[in-house]
């Protein structure tokens, strides 16, 4: 279980949940929904840099600790002398208090499961126009990632994008590369650079590309050899090292057994289990039916392979979650033998079990849980309020137009 406390940190003025393995938050523009989850996928990454280096000192990070949230995630000024984080996990805790960072590792951070964290920020769009971008940023890391999943789809396997008649592939390396968008229409054929392309195929192409990515193809042992970097396998041979340390290993022959244990300990924390993405905004730009396509999309990613991958999400958008809610509801049918086929031919096979999904409203720097405890799906007395307050407006002008018939 892991939860995060934020307080006075940019918008944010108190929030505190428990964290669950799909996390949406919706709400309006500057409300601290991507403060949350830009706090969520620091101290997630900060987990596995601690657990997967152990032999580095707590201080060093502790140290460096806001220095590298600010310059990473663009939160220059979100941090006072009132700003608070405690993140408790099963494997950690961090507490930021007073403009001072102390982590605290616990006896479970030796169980630990590398994961990779990838956070895909609202401007991602900006990863179409060039593949040099600069800083140590969100924006950079993505651009790094996304790289690194483009390079599967080239002409022999162009990936299908969503249900919008068309499929993406790369071509082109070192610098000179060019995005294709390919038309899968016979009557109208096209081949486009996607720079051309529209601002909703720019935005989600990116988001597509890399979760097929990180949840499929990034698993192949080939291909996590091939993206093994050299500091990587420095940090195995540190990890090796402090194990022998840790458990005071000295003949090898008398430590047969104890150095199988301490290797298969090393490889936890080399190679990746799962990965943990955070999505802004993924409706940019989206007509509704494909941001009902992409949410499918994404949670269909999420369950591949039993890997249990984890989401946290922002949205400005009733309509991912009217998304959600259908996909739960079919959680719960599927459950029913004589039902399934039919959730099937309604829904598809993809689906949401109901504890593993926590959504909020952020709103006025806090935070409300919108899931119905008796029905547990998204209220929909929530979905309703959305619905009434344009329903309102649109009544109270027709009612003046309807004045305005009369007078002529």
Same mark, same amino acid.
């Given at each position: 279980?892991?939860?995060?406390?934020?307080?006075n940190i940019g918008p944010v003025i108190s929030v505190k949940i428990?964290?669950?393995?799909?996390?949406?938050?919706?709400?309006?523009?500057?409300?601290?929904?991507?403060?949350?989850?830009?706090?969520?996928?620091?101290?997630?990454?900060?987990?596995?840099?601690?657990?997967?280096?152990?032999?580095?000192?707590?201080?060093?990070?502790?140290?460096?600790?806001?220095?590298?949230?600010?310059?990473?995630?663009?939160?220059?000024?979100?941090?006072?002398?009132?700003?608070?984080?405690?993140?408790?996990?099963?494997?950690?805790?961090?507490?930021?208090?007073?403009?001072?960072?102390?982590?605290?590792?616990?006896?479970?951070?030796?169980?630990?499961?590398?994961?990779?964290?990838?956070?895909?920020?609202?401007?991602?769009?900006?990863?179409?126009?060039?593949?040099?971008?600069?800083?140590?940023?969100?924006?950079?890391?993505?651009?790094?990632?996304?790289?690194?999943?483009?390079?599967?789809?080239?002409?022999?396997?162009?990936?299908?994008?969503?249900?919008?008649?068309?499929?993406?592939?790369?071509?082109?390396?070192?610098?000179?590369?060019?995005?294709?968008?390919?038309?899968?229409?016979?009557?109208?054929?096209?081949?486009?650079?996607?720079?051309?392309?529209?601002?909703?195929?720019?935005?989600?192409?990116?988001?597509?590309?890399?979760?097929?990515?990180?949840?499929?193809?990034?698993?192949?042992?080939?291909?996590?050899? %091939?993206?093994?970097?050299?500091?990587? #396998?420095? $940090? +195995?041979?540190? @990890? =090796?090292?402090?194990?022998?340390?840790?458990?005071? !290993?000295?003949?090898?022959?008398?430590? %047969?057994?104890?150095?199988?244990?301490? #290797?298969? $300990? +090393?490889?936890? @924390? =080399?190679?990746?289990?799962?990965?943990?993405?955070? !999505?802004?905004?993924?409706?940019?730009?989206?007509?509704?039916?494909?941001?009902?396509?992409?949410?499918?999309?994404?949670?269909?990613?999420?369950?591949?392979?039993?890997?249990?991958?984890?989401?946290?999400?922002?949205?400005?958008?009733?309509?991912?979650?009217?998304?959600?809610?259908?996909?739960?509801?079919?959680?719960?049918?599927?459950?029913?033998?004589?039902?399934?086929?039919?959730?099937?031919?309604?829904?598809?096979?993809?689906?949401?079990?109901?504890?593993?999904?926590?959504?909020?409203?952020?709103?006025?720097?806090k935070v409300m849980p919108i899931m119905d405890k008796t029905t547990?799906?998204?209220?929909?007395?929530?979905?309703?309020?959305?619905?009434?307050?344009?329903?309102?407006?649109?009544?109270?002008?027709?009612?003046?137009?309807?004045?305005?018939?009369?007078?002529?």
């Open positions: 279980m892991r939860s995060i406390e934020i307080r428990d964290l669950n393995r799909f996390n949406v938050f919706i709400g309006r523009q500057s409300s601290g929904k991507s403060t949350i989850a830009k706090m969520v996928s620091n101290c997630t990454w900060m987990e596995k840099e601690i657990a997967t280096h152990p032999f580095n000192p707590i201080r060093n990070y502790e140290s460096s600790y806001i220095e590298e949230l600010v310059g990473f995630h663009n939160m220059e000024g979100y941090i006072t002398k009132d700003s608070y984080l405690r993140y408790d996990s099963d494997y950690l805790t961090i507490v930021m208090e007073k403009q001072r960072c102390v982590i605290t590792k616990k006896a479970a951070m030796d169980d630990y499961k590398r994961k990779k964290v990838l956070y895909i920020p609202s401007e991602r769009n900006m990863v179409v126009y060039t593949d040099s971008i600069g800083g140590a940023n969100n924006l950079r890391s993505f651009a790094a990632d996304w790289q690194s999943a483009r390079d599967i789809f080239d002409e022999g396997n162009k990936q299908k994008i969503l249900d919008l008649g068309v499929r993406y592939y790369k071509t082109g390396e070192n610098g000179k590369t060019i995005n294709h968008v390919a038309s899968l229409s016979k009557e109208r054929p096209y081949d486009i650079n996607l720079k051309s392309g529209s601002s909703g195929l720019q935005s989600v192409i990116p988001i597509t590309t890399t979760i097929d990515f990180f949840t499929g193809h990034f698993y192949d042992p080939n291909i996590q050899d %091939k993206l093994m970097k050299s500091n990587d #396998m420095y $940090d +195995v041979r540190h @990890l =090796v090292e402090y194990f022998v340390k840790a458990r005071h !290993i000295k003949n090898a022959e008398e430590g %047969k057994e104890e150095i199988v244990r301490m #290797m298969d $300990d +090393v490889m936890g @924390l =080399v190679n990746t289990v799962s990965t943990s993405f955070v !999505i802004e905004e993924p409706e940019n730009n989206l007509f509704p039916a494909t941001q009902y396509s992409l949410v499918n999309f994404i949670v269909n990613c999420m369950n591949r392979n039993n890997r249990h991958h984890e989401a946290t999400i922002t949205t400005h958008s009733p309509y991912v979650l009217s998304t959600l809610n259908i996909l739960l509801l079919a959680g719960k049918l599927v459950k029913h033998e004589e039902f399934t086929p039919m959730v099937g031919k309604i829904a598809g096979e993809t689906f949401i079990d109901a504890s593993e999904l926590s959504v909020w409203n952020v709103s006025n720097g547990q799906m998204i209220s929909e007395n929530y979905l309703d309020t959305v619905s009434d307050v344009l329903a309102g407006k649109f009544n109270e002008l027709y009612k003046l137009y309807v004045k305005s018939l009369r007078k002529g």
